[in-house]
Structures are given as C-alpha cells and as structure tokens.
T-cell receptor
Framework: GAVVSQHPSRVICKSGTSVKIECRSLDFQATTMFWYRQFPKQSLMLMATSNEGSKATYEQGVEKDKFLINHASLTLSTLTVTSAHPEDSSFYIC???????????????FGPGTRLTVL | AQSVSQHNHHVILSEAASLELGCNYSYGGTVNLFWYVQYPGQHLQLLLKYFSGDPLVKGIKGFEAEFIKSKFSFNLRKPSVQWSDTAEYFCAVSRNTGFQKLVFGTGTRLLVSP
C-alpha cells in the first residue's frame, strides 16, 4: 500500500523559533498533499492544500505567513511553523493523493503525524 | 459549507457486542463518504468508502456502512467487535469535485473490553 512518512515525529521548540515538518510519499507520486491540525480529543481540521509547483491553498482562518507550505517535488511537501508560540502546539498530520490513480476519486493516504510542543 | 457530525463521542463495548456508530453530514450535492480508523499510536487508515452504487459498503476487518441519502447518514456497523477494534473512528465527507477536500467529524473513541 501507499506509504506517507513525516519527519520529525515529535519536536519541542522554544517560543519564537521556526519549525519545519516534512511530509513524503515513499512509493508514489503525489501532486496534491494536504496538511491537517488535530487538537487533543478533537477532529482533524484541514489547514491547507498543497499542489506541486504552485502556491498552497489555505483554509479560511489559517495564516499563510504563519504556516508556510512548500511542495517542491512530487514526493515532498514541507510545513514551516514560523515564530511558533505555545498556542501552535498541536498534532500536525499530512496526507497525500496518488497521482497515478485512475479512479474518479483519488484516495488520500495519511502520514503518522508530528507532535509539536512550543515552550 | 459541509459539516459532519458524529453523535457518539465515547463508546464502551464488551467483546462480541454489535457496534453502530452514527454519522450525519450536511451537504446537498454529490458527496463521497468515508470512515477512517486511528489505532492508538498509529496513523489514520481507511476503513471503507462510498462513491456511488450499492449504498451498503463493506470495508476491511468486518466493518460495513450504509449510505441513506434521505437521512444524510452513513453509519458504521460491525456485528461482533473484538478487543483489537479499540481505536478512534472518524467519519469524513468530500465533494465529488475540485480538490475533493475531506471534512472530518469529531471522532468516536471506541473501547472494547475483553
């Protein structure tokens, strides 16, 4: 099956610093990747849709200058949390859609998530 | 805007009991429907999905779900749960066009006692 990895799995940083999270599709090419945020005991909230070679599409209420997304290749998307603050502490999850799928719906495959703690 | 509601936040069952988790969505157009499972410490996995056709969908691990269009529902069922089904279950909806973004419900935490 399709595998999506995230790195790092956990990160602790000081307030004011920036943190980069990587999302990779390991055995398929993904033209579209999605970034989600999950608060404790809550659902996944879509933050942005990342397309290879173009600017990301952010959901309403998500600060694009705060959460920088770069989809530089068909297998890698990065999320950078800039000037992180304690309220940015959360579980960040990415998913990727298989470019090669021919079905009308292209299934999303999820990464294992990255737990960010900002002190 | 689309929304998804899951009525049960926590469910506790004994092994061999039957399971039904409710899911309702709000969107008038054509949708794709999903159930995802998140086992403790693991990533989200797709249990089953509905695009079109037979409204009774069978997924992995003995799960099934029924799409009832008139009720905007997509309830998940399993006739006999096992301890290994302990996990969090998410219902999700996407439109059939554009990026096909997923909108998730709040999740149901299932605990199956041996």
């Amino acid at each position: 099956g399709a595998v999506v990895s995230q790195h790092p799995s956990r990160v602790i940083c000081k307030s004011g610093t920036s943190v980069k999270i990587e999302c990779r599709s390991l055995d398929f090419q993904a033209t579209t990747m999605f970034w989600y945020r999950q608060f404790p005991k809550q659902s996944l909230m879509l933050m942005a849709t990342s397309n290879e070679g173009s600017k990301a599409t952010y959901e309403q209420g998500v600060e694009k200058d705060k959460f920088l997304i770069n989809h530089a290749s068909l297998t890698l998307s990065t999320l950078t949390v800039t000037s992180a603050h304690p309220e940015d502490s959360s579980f960040y999850i990415c998913s990727a859609r298989d470019r090669g799928a021919t079905r009308s719906y292209n299934e999303q495959f999820f990464g294992p998530g990255t737990r960010l703690t900002v002190l | 805007a689309q929304s998804v509601s899951q009525h049960n936040h926590h469910v506790i069952l004994s092994e061999a009991a039957s399971l039904e988790l409710g899911c309702n969505y709000s969107y008038g157009g054509t949708v794709n429907l999903f159930w995802y499972v998140q086992y403790p410490g693991q990533h989200l996995q797709l249990l089953l999905k509905y695009f079109s056709g037979d409204p009774l969908v069978k997924g992995i691990k003995g799960f099934e779900a029924e799409f009832i269009k008139s009720k905007f529902s997509f309830n998940l069922r399993k006739p006999s749960v096992q301890w290994s089904d302990t996990a969090e279950y998410f219902c999700a909806v996407s439109r059939n066009t554009g990026f096909q973004k997923l909108v998730f419900g709040t999740g149901t935490r299932l605990l199956v006692s041996p």
